[in-house]
T-cell receptor, first 115, second 113 residues
Framework: ETGVTQTPRHLVMGMTNKKSLKCEQH?????MYWYKQSAKKPLELMFV???????ENNSVPSRFSPECPNSSHLFLHLHTLQPEDSALYLC??????????????FGSGTRLTVV | GDSVTQMEGPVTLSEEAFLTINCTYT??????LFWYVQYPGEGLQLLLKATKADDKGSNKGFEATYRKETTSFHLEKGSVQVSDSAVYFC????????????FGAGTRLAVHP
């Protein structure tokens, strides 16, 4: 399978639950990103991994914990979330050695609802 | 800092109408420019891109020309279809580092039969 795959597509969780979002790419890319997309708000860059190292964390609350065990997989571990964390979470990847000319490949996202 | 400004939506058109979605940017260097499209319930898909001044990106009937003199990258289509209804994002990116893209706020397009 090619492209960027995100699972699950939909997730409903309580505020005391712990869950994880998964992102997988088979494009040979070595930079991966988590974005949050809320209604009527711009895309928010959350985390950036390049060559499996976290290179950016945009002041994201600690209830969001990313993990990049290898260049093909990216996780977002969630715990003690708030209702305002309900959003579409998007994963993206790109070949970090090909410069900003390439652009990102996005997954279809995980629609998260916190109840 | 670097930024992207898009026209506010929603843009509502009848089928076969001409589409323009404006995008201007502010950048300290020479970025590449992108248009992404997001259909309902989906992630963003790369629609077209241009990597240097005067380049024209095109795909699926959409076009955009990199205008350095006006720092613009307006998206156009000669005849829209209902299936073009989506949110369109303009973005800029630089080489080096981890290729961070800077996105505009998005413009929603609704096309009616």
């Amino acid at each position: 399978e090619t492209g960027v795959t995100q699972t699950p597509r939909h997730l409903v969780m309580g505020m005391t639950n712990k869950k994880s979002l998964k992102c997988e790419q088979h494009l040979g890319h070595n930079a991966m990103y988590w974005y949050k997309q809320s209604a009527k708000k711009p895309l928010e860059l959350m985390f950036v991994y390049s060559l499996e190292e976290r290179v950016e964390n945009n002041s994201v609350p600690s209830r969001f914990s990313p993990e990049c065990p290898n260049s093909s997989h990216l996780f977002l571990h969630l715990h003690t979330l708030q209702p305002e964390d309900s959003a579409l979470y998007l994963c993206a990847s790109c070949p970090s050695d090909r410069g900003g000319n390439y652009g990102y490949t996005f997954g279809s996202g995980t629609r998260l609802t916190v109840v | 800092g670097d930024s992207v400004t898009q026209m506010e939506g929603p843009v509502t058109l009848s089928e076969e109408a001409f589409l323009t979605i404006n995008c201007t940017y502010t950048a300290t260097g020479y970025p590449s420019l992108f248009w992404y499209v997001q259909y309902p319930g989906e992630g963003l898909q790369l629609l077209l891109k241009a990597t240097k001044a005067d380049d024209k990106g095109s795909n699926k009937g959409f076009e955009a020309t990199y205008r350095k003199e006006t720092t613009s990258f307006h998206l156009e289509k000669g005849s829209v279809q209902v299936s073009d209804s989506a949110v369109y994002f303009c973005a800029l990116g630089f080489s080096g580092g981890y290729n961070k893209l800077i996105f505009g706020a998005g413009t929603r397009l609704a096309v009616h039969p």
